[in-house]
T-cell receptor, first 109, second 114 residues
Framework: AQRVTQPEKLLSVFKGAPVELKCNYSYSGSPELFWYVQYSRQRLQLLLR??SRESIKGFTADLNKGETSFHLKKPFAQEEDSAMYYCALRGGGGNKLTFGTGTQLKVEL | DGGITQSPKYLFRKEGQNVTLSCEQNLNHDAMYWYRQDPGQGLRLIYYSQIVNDFQKGDIAEGYSVSREKKESFPLTVTSAQKNPTAFYLC?????????????FGDGTRLSIL
């Protein structure tokens, strides 16, 4: 069975501080990992995916197969980064995703 | 961003009543999904469909039913057998061509019990 773990329900940082949202997964095959974000009063949307190796809004995430992790990082947090972040895994057949429980990021001034 | 439209935004159900949540997409996506979102539990997959006239159970399908008669529509019925239906329901769709296609989400429907 595949599983995604986000250990922090809430992460509070000051503006300008580094951010790291943790995500660990459990999957026997070759996983595809995603980060989704939900800003206040907006729909859930894709932030980034590991296969693209991209930086979106200053966020990056590297897939570490040895540690089975896909942590989301940003060197300097901005107020507009405050949102709910979900890590998701796609494994096996089809395109269905397994989501973590989410981490609420709060960036304080 | 009207690619996926869910209606209604809020829905109230009486005990013993079935209710149907609507999900329509104009993205020409083959696959559609229904998730349930509860506080502290993230999103859990209820049902999904990869092609018209076919669908599969997700992790928490009991008490729910779906149909996929048209590519653009994937309604979810919450039956009276679902004993704890109060939740936020999200519909999503994705392209099936190629790999690593992201899912696109609707605004959600909040269901409450009267």
């Amino acid at each position: 069975a595949q599983r995604v773990t986000q250990p922090e329900k809430l992460l509070s940082v000051f503006k300008g501080a580094p951010v790291e949202l943790k995500c660990n997964y459990s999957y026997s095959g070759s996983p595809e990992l995603f980060w989704y974000v939900q800003y206040s009063r907006q729909r859930l949307q894709l932030l980034l995916r590991h296969i693209s190796r991209e930086s979106i809004k200053g966020f990056t995430a590297d897939l570490n197969k040895g540690e089975t992790s896909f942590h989301l990082k940003k060197p300097f947090a901005q107020e507009e980064d405050s949102a709910m972040y979900y890590c998701a895994l796609r494994g096996g057949g089809g395109n269905k995703l397994t989501f973590g429980t989410g981490t609420q990021l709060k960036v304080e001034l | 961003d009207g690619g996926i439209t869910q209606s209604p935004k809020y829905l109230f159900r009486k005990e013993g009543q079935n209710v149907t949540l609507s999900c329509e997409q104009n993205l020409n996506h083959d696959a559609m999904y229904w998730y349930r979102q509860d506080p502290g539990q993230g999103l859990r997959l209820i049902y999904y469909s990869q092609i018209v006239n076919d669908f599969q159970k997700g992790d928490i399908a009991e008490g729910y039913s779906v149909s996929r008669e048209k590519k653009e529509s994937f309604p979810l019925t919450v039956t009276s057998a679902q004993k704890n239906p109060t939740a936020f329901y999200l519909c999503a769709s994705s392209d099936m061509t190629g790999s690593n296609q992201p899912q696109h989400f609707g605004d959600g429907t909040r269901l409450s019990i009267l």
